[in-house]
């Protein structure tokens, strides 16, 4: 089993910055792919980034690339989301999640084996 907790949400005014931390524990080892997804009141969960846990290779979705980065500390396994120029639309729960495997299916919630209690990011206009 593995256990992810997140942190770092909040409430942030449009064009601002935060970065939400996802830290991982338990079978640690057995991770392949980490993921962060958000939903929206309304609307179906969506895609945001994921990263590869052994070689840092990432993914961002179109909708967040140029502001969005993802990046992991192997050490701390914690994964972390950094989130500049923030929008009202960017307004969602975020949630990370992991695989028991580097899944070529990364941008599929349901792929993922593992979640996270999500935190709230609130972006005002």
Known sequence: QVQLVESGGG?????G??????????RTFSIGT????RQAP????????????SSGMAYIADSVKGRFT????????????????LKPEDTAVYSCAAA????????????????????????SS
């Open 11 to 15: 409430l942030v005014q449009a064009g």
């Open 70 to 85: 993802i990046s992991r500390d192997n050490a701390k396994n914690t994964v972390y989301l950094r989130m500049n120029s």
């Open 42 to 53: 309304g609307k179906e969960r969506e895609f945001v980034a994921a990263i590869r846990w």
């Open 17 to 26: 910055s935060l970065r939400l931390s996802c830290a991982a524990s338990g």
């Open 100 to 123: 028991e495997r580097n899944i070529a299916t990364y941008f599929r919630f349901d792929d993922y084996d593992y979640w996270g209690q999500g935190t709230q990011v609130t972006v």
């Open 34 to 37: 980490m993921g962060w997804f």
